[in-house]
């Protein structure tokens, strides 16, 4: 039931923006989704298909961009991939890090006729 919730939300987000650009049709979404987000591509479309329909944003494609878990030292600024869920620093070995990229769930951009 995640999904249909982050899907919901997504296709508001789609909708709004469509229309603001007096959109007829969405063709393609444009997604941006962390390899650590529980979220499944397959069920977002499965979810879409059937919240999406008998509106604009129905049949658009849904393209999937997976982003590399990353972190951030809040010590000295590097900015890191995370490999085998290793949070250290690699430059000055800090373990003050935060994650910055690889949870996210968005709409990057969308294609309308
Ligand atoms: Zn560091």
Redesign the pocket.
Known sequence: MHEMSVTESMLGVVLRHAESNKATSVTRINIVLGEFSTVMPESVQFYFDIIGKDTIAEGAELNFRRTKLASR??????EFEVVEYDFT??????E??EIISGREFQVESIEID
Do not use: L
């Open positions: 030292c809040k010590d000295c600024g590097k620093c690699t430059k000055c070995k800090g003050n890090t």
